[in-house]
């Protein structure tokens, strides 16, 4: 799955100067253009949010059956969240080792790309490009940013799950800032930093020490924004 013809030296060259790093080309095309159509046809998606103080998942068909009030008052406590700086709202997948014959050949595929990750090849890239000798495995799900979604600015700093590297595969095409859902990053102040916009069949890769979020994807962007995103892990599975 992996690019064979990736420049490991510069990466790593680049991963070193401020411990963060956009691998274009990151996996071979056919594989990046099968996880796209799996991913805006196939993933049965969850809707992903901060609610009364605990992260909570709502099948999507649970959310088609709520009345107008009901969405209004859970809207109302995401945005609540949100505004005290703990707030996300998207829809995700989680992804697990290959599932069995039961499941369609969209999800074993799409499950496949799990244990690519946790796969010896790929660890090895990881820890060749990032210095760190330390990584055992990752944790991955795929998620869709939709009108109206957005993850606030945090770390991914979280003590017992020993995470060492976050990352994200991008698999939206021909995608403009002016849509939102950039990956911004931040000083520790909250003063803004920089922007990553998302790129088809691109790895962002950054310590989990750096400030981030997603902004806000507005009502005009044309198509959903598609990634694959977890932590590389000090931590077996």
């Known amino acids: 799955m992996l690019n064979p013809d990736l420049d490991r030296a510069a990466l790593a060259a680049e991963f070193a100067r401020d411990g963060r790093l ?10 990046a253009e099968k996880i796209r159509e799996y991913c805006l046809s196939e993933v049965p998606f969850e809707y992903l949010s901060h609610v009364d103080g605990r992260n909570v998942a709502i099948p999507a068909e649970k959310l088609q059956k709520l009345s107008e009030a009901e ?70 799900q795929y998620t869709r940013y939709t ?60 310590d989990i020490g750096h400030v981030h979020s997603v902004s806000y994807v507005t009502p005009f962007a044309p198509e959903p924004r598609l990634s694959l995103t977890g932590w590389f892990r000090s931590k077996e599975w």
């Open 22 to 31: 956009r691998v274009d080309n990151i996996l071979a095309p056919e594989v």
């Open 71 to 140: 969405l209004a008052d859970l809207q109302n406590k995401i945005f609540t969240a949100a505004a005290g700086g703990a707030g996300f709202f998207y829809c995700g997948y989680m992804l697990e080792h290959k599932k069995g014959d039961d499941e369609s050949e969209a999800l074993n595929y799409l499950h496949s790309v799990f244990d690519f990750l946790n796969s010896e090849e790929m660890l090895g890239f990881i820890s060749e490009v990032s210095g760190r000798d330390d990584l055992k495995s990752a944790d991955a």
């Open 147 to 206: 009108h109206g979604q957005f993850l606030t600015r945090h770390r991914d700093d979280v003590g017992d799950q020993e995470r060492r590297l976050a990352y994200v595969f991008s698999f939206s095409k021909n995608w403009h800032p002016d849509w939102g859902g950039l990956l911004q990053f931040f000083e520790d102040d909250g003063t803004p930093r920089d922007t990553w916009t998302p790129t088809f069949n691109s790895m962002s890769l950054f």
